[in-house]
């Protein structure tokens, strides 16, 4: 889908060369250079490398290693942002984030802090202007601002608190799709963790065309909308992996993806289950690269080997 960027003025321009009666008045267009993220880039927005903390984090939130973009990637450039609540690469062409991880423990969910209220929604301080989400994208857009690393997550740490109402941490979720079963399905993770096993998760968007699976159907394009000035992308889709460590010490998964939709209950969250090796198809990414290849395979070519 093409964007296009750009602006005219038009400006009068009068030249008196001393005739009695100077030629017709023609306005003028001043065309101005404009610029916007490449499509397909290597670049990556300089940054002064992790600190040791952010290093222990990421370590920390993101299960089997950072996701990595995979060979032929063409969605431009990503910014890597850590905090001790989530790590996440945000999108300078789309304005969210293509992958969020985080690390929940029962420890983190089990204190008192309540929600705060919408003012803490905010733009990412650590993100410019321009190549960020505002608050004034999503006004009157219909969409919520929905969490990809929920706020019920983080119950004990206010400053970690509020650091998942950024808007870096959203995407334009429908408000039935949001407040209705993704909200249970976040829900249903927690209860694991409550279960007695910490987890890791990886929560990103989707842009995906069914029709796309079909060669009698498929015309190479994914249409989707966007929002805002700042023409915030609305995902088609969404997944969550959601990691854990085994008894036997090796590392289990399930995945889900939902379409950016109302569902109606009763939820049915086995139907929606998918393998990661489905999800890392159509995002382009590599999650759980750090593992050997024998668990790679064993985890995401399996739809559901945690599933209880």
């Known amino acids: ?30 065309v101005h250079r404009a610029a916007r993220p490449a499509l397909f880039s290597t670049y990556r927005v300089p940054q002064a490398g992790l600190t040791a903390q952010e290093r222990l984090w990421l370590e920390m939130h993101c299960p089997g290693g950072e996701p990595h973009r995979t060979p032929g990637w063409t969605n431009g450039p990503t910014t890597l942002l850590v905090r001790a609540g989530y790590a996440l690469a945000h999108s300078s062409i789309d304005r ?17 802090l309540p929600r705060p209220g919408t003012s803490a929604f905010q733009a990412d301080p650590q993100l410019p202007a321009g190549r960020r989400a505002e608050l004034a994208d999503y006004r009157g857009s219909g969409y919520d601002r929905g969490h990809q690393a929920p706020n019920a997550d983080q119950t004990v740490d206010r400053q970690v608190q509020l650091e998942t109402f950024y808007l870096s941490n959203m995407t334009p979720q429908s408000p039935e799709l949001n407040q209705g079963v993704w909200a249970a399905l ?49 995902p088609t889709h969404y997944f969550k992996i959601v990691v854990r460590t085994g008894a036997n010490g ?16 009763p939820y049915q969250f086995e139907r929606q289950i998918r393998s990661i090796d489905w999800i ?3 995002t382009g990414l590599d ?12 985890i ?3 739809p559901s080997p945690m599933w209880p």
């Not at 969210?96 to 008192?112: R, T």
């Not at 090796?250 to 209950?265: C, G, K, L, T």
């Open 96 to 112: 969210i984030a293509y992958w969020v991880c985080e690390h929940v423990g029962s420890a983190q969910i089990s204190g008192h």
């Open 186 to 234: 976040e829900a249903q993770v927690r209860r694991w963790v409550r279960g007695g096993r910490d987890v890791q998760i990886v929560t990103g968007p989707l842009f995906y065309d069914p029709e796309e699976e079909n060669p009698a159907t498929a015309d190479g394009q994914v249409n989707f909308t966007t929002i805002g000035d700042n023409a915030v992308a609305v």
């Open 300 to 302: 995401e070519q399996s």
């Open 287 to 298: 999650f759980l690269s750090e593992l050997s290849e024998t668990e790679q395979q064993a």
């Open 280 to 282: 890392e198809e159509r």
């Open 1 to 30: 889908m093409k964007r296009l960027v750009g602006q005219t003025a038009v400006v009068l321009c009068c030249f008196a060369m001393g005739c009695a009666s100077a030629a017709p008045r023609r306005p003028v267009s001043a």
């Open 250 to 265: 090796r590392h289990e998964a399930i995945a889900f993806v939902f379409e950016n939709r109302p569902y109606n209950r």
